[in-house]
């Protein structure tokens, strides 16, 4: 039987023309960006060529793009700028970021040089923006609100316009992991009230180990990792250049397809929850799902039972790939903090089904057909 793989969210399928652009910086052209022979210039222009086109497609300007290994990177160096260089002493967040941002805020805690606070949060994942602008208003100190643009195992999706405009009026830097979100929904950079975002090339169809930060042209920051003096003195290290070129490229594309694409990935989600509803009793979805949500992410809630205990393992038997997100804590896994911020219900198994362009009805159907034996 052929792989299922409804993990989208985790990571996506290479796309062959994204690697088709990479192939020419992995074989030929192999200069140091940093040399100065043809050689070398020829990849420093792949890498500058890159960033206008990353620029162009954000509506940003050139200089504020910053290339890194990745969306974990990217919200390490801002979170940690804006303590250590802009003078933050006082962080707000949510309960249901991911660890690349909570792990970060939870380190700086620890280390004592900054205050923390949780933005109070509704039953369906958003977060309850009166209780921000009250955390924004009860704080003396220089306040970093690091906020996701969307979930990645609900999907609920940030009004990222309106938080930025409430961090200007309080002076607040503004820090958003938009890891989910950009190549999978159009950015007007220039005309949003925002800081710092992020982005990782494998979450829309680009290669592992490369992402972006964009550092907004206003702010000032030191490196966080030190050298050479590579992506203008912001990021130490020789350029990850095939990476890079494999960034732009599959963000070009996903950009040029994103009417289409959304449209049709948008309509496996709504048909999937429709047939889990007709199919599954006591099935229920998590997050904002028919409101303001990716068009990529479905949390289910099975009930639980002796057989829905296993069911990822069992979908895995079956060669169907999906993430778990259950609040409860079994053997290694730990469960979803997500989840249990929101829904803590030990009698429920959680499932995050997560859908790309390469997806049919077809394997829904089997999906769904399976489930309907393991539940």
Not at 6 to 14: E, G, I, R, S, V
Not at 62 to 83: K, V
Not at 140 to 155: R, Y
Not at 183 to 200: E, S, V
Request: charged residues 20%.
């Amino acid at each position: 039987m052929n792989r299922i793989y409804l993990d989208n969210a985790a990571t996506t399928t290479l796309s062959p023309q994204v690697l088709e652009t990479m192939m020419p910086y992995l074989t030929e052209k192999f200069g140091n960006p940093s040399s100065i022979y043809s050689y070398g210039r020829e990849t420093k222009m792949a890498i500058e060529q890159a960033r206008k086109s990353v620029a162009k497609i954000l509506n940003a300007h050139p200089a504020e793009i910053f290339f890194t290994s990745g969306g974990t990177e990217s919200s390490n160096t801002a979170i940690t700028s804006s303590i250590r260089d802009l003078g933050c002493k006082h962080i707000i967040t949510s309960a249901i970021e991911h660890h690349a941002v909570s792990h970060t805020v939870d380190h700086l805690y620890a280390l004592d040089v900054v205050k923390v606070s949780y933005v109070k949060l509704q039953a369906n994942g958003h977060i309850d923006i009166d209780d921000l602008e009250k955390l924004l208003a009860s704080t003396q100190e220089k306040t970093l609100v690091t906020l996701m643009h969307a979930n990645n195992e609900i999907g609920t999706i940030l009004d990222i316009h309106t938080v930025g405009n409430l961090c200007k009026v309080y002076n607040a830097i503004f820090h958003s992991d938009t890891v989910q979100t950009v190549g999978h929904f159009p950015f007007d950079l220039r005309n949003t009230p925002i800081d710092f975002i992020t982005g990782a090339a494998h979450k829309f169809h680009g290669p592992k180990g490369v992402g972006m930060l964009y550092i907004n042209e206003n702010i000032k920051i030191k490196p966080f990792i030190h050298g050479g003096g590579q992506e203008r003195n912001m990021r130490a290290g020789t350029e990850n250049i095939y990476g890079i070129v494999g960034f732009a490229k599959a963000l070009e594309i996903a950009t040029e397809n994103y009417e289409t694409d959304s449209a049709y990935i948008g309509s496996l989600k709504y048909y999937m929850m429709e047939e889990l509803k007709k199919y599954i009793e006591g099935v229920s979805f998590n997050g904002d799902v028919l409101g303001i949500s990716s068009y990529t992410v479905l949390s289910a809630s099975f009930p639980k039972t002796k057989k829905s205990e296993m069911i990822l393992f069992n979908l895995d038997i079956h060669n169907i790939c999906a993430s778990g997100g259950s609040a409860c804590t079994s053997g290694a896994d730990a469960g979803s903090h997500v989840i249990r911020a929101i829904n803590n219900n030990p009698n429920q198994i959680t499932v995050r089904f997560s859908f790309s362009k390469h997806n049919t009805k077809d394997e829904i159907d089997t999906v769904v057909k399976k489930l309907k034996e393991l539940v």
